[in-house]
């Protein structure tokens, strides 16, 4: 009995994968043909994109200010403190800005998708576009795949600017020359850093839409069902993000 309980939940998983990555295909692909639906792209971007800024920047400041006050603890001791900026740059360009930029971008934004196309489907208004012909994919998806694959990256820089200013905040609080603290920025930094600060975002910003709306598409149930799917995207997606970092974060490490 075990057995064939553990079976069929991988059956349904490899059914689920199967459907997901078919739908990210699809999408992609119609990314690059018309019609583009300019208006529906211009109101995605403005909800998930600038709606989303001031989640990011307040994630931002608090973290890079927590960031600066543990490295001055931990490196005033040695006398080390010049290399407060380098550390709190580093850490959120690489690492923290993508993914704490992307995990509230997935609360916000993903369980959003979800809701809105889970709602239109209960309600057979996805049934009622087959009928008259519409792409499904092209019309709901595509718009918001695009918004999303270029509000991600510029909400990530946000992050980080924000959040080396905030670092900077706590370091001339405790006396630390602003010189030294800036001037330590580059000595930390690669230019593949940078290439790396950008890929991840926009990765994460593919993951979390492409599982928003394949989740949003099959939801069943009624008002119930719409809940269940956003309570279910949120933590696909945010499990999504950080299990990818590791290996994205491997795989530019494998080829510095």
Request: charged residues 15%; positive net charge; hydrophobic residues 55%.
């Amino acid at each position: 009995m075990p057995s064939r309980f553990f079976e069929k939940r991988l059956l349904v998983f490899f059914s689920e994968l199967q459907s997901f990555f078919s739908l990210s295909l699809k999408a992609l692909f119609r990314i690059f043909s018309p019609p583009f639906y300019y208006r529906e792209f211009m109101a995605q971007l403005d909800k998930g994109g600038v709606g989303s800024l001031f989640i990011v920047c307040l994630t931002g400041l608090f973290s890079g200010m927590v960031m600066a006050l543990q490295a001055i603890i931990q490196l005033k001791p040695f006398a080390a403190t010049s290399y407060i900026g380098g550390m709190v740059a580093v850490t959120m360009i690489k690492e923290l800005g993508p993914v704490l930029s992307a995990l509230m971008v997935a609360g916000r934004v993903g369980s959003s998708i979800t809701a809105e196309l889970g709602t239109m489907v209960v309600t057979e208004q996805v049934d009622a576009m087959q009928v008259e012909g519409t792409d499904i994919i092209r019309r709901l998806i595509t718009s918001r795949l695009k918004a999303m694959l270029i509000a991600m990256p510029l909400l990530a820089v946000v992050t980080d600017a924000v959040a080396i200013s905030g670092g900077y905040l706590i370091a001339s609080g405790y006396q630390i020359s602003p010189l030294m603290y800036w001037k330590s920025l580059p000595q930390f930094m690669k230019f593949q850093d940078l290439i790396e600060a950008v890929a991840k975002p926009v990765f994460f910003g593919f993951l979390i839409v492409m599982i928003a709306c394949h989740v949003g598409l099959r939801v069943s149930g009624g008002a119930e069902g719409v809940g269940v799917a956003v309570k279910r995207t949120v933590v696909i997606a945010s499990v999504c993000i950080l299990v990818s970092d590791f290996f994205i974060t491997k795989l530019f490490i494998a080829f510095r």
